[in-house]
């Protein structure tokens, strides 16, 4: 399984805020039924390669429309495990185990 990071900005919203624009984004990932973990700076999303690169082209399309901006930042990193099955949460928890 793959884990996406991805982080996408309008550009020329006239406003600080990129709440909404998030939002539209994050039901995009809704509408598929997709695993994904917002934080402060992106947000990241299970699923195999194919899926996750179709899931941010239509999040990318999604923020264009939901904002009506003519330019959008897209930052975008996938780590491919095939070794074995690691999730979110599973790889969040190996790198706790070893703080304690």
Known sequence: ???????????????????????????????????????AMGTCVEGN?????????????????ATGVQRVSMFIKIDDRRDRPMGIKDRIQAVKRHLN
């Open 49 to 65: 390669t194919p899926d996750l690169l179709a899931a941010a082209q239509a999040m990318q399309e999604r923020c264009f429309t």
């Open 1 to 39: 399984m793959a884990i996406m990071e991805i982080s996408l900005t309008p550009i020329g919203t006239g406003s600080t805020s990129l709440s909404a624009a998030v939002a539209a984004c994050l039901k995009v990932l809704d509408e598929r039924k997709m695993v994904y973990e917002l934080n």
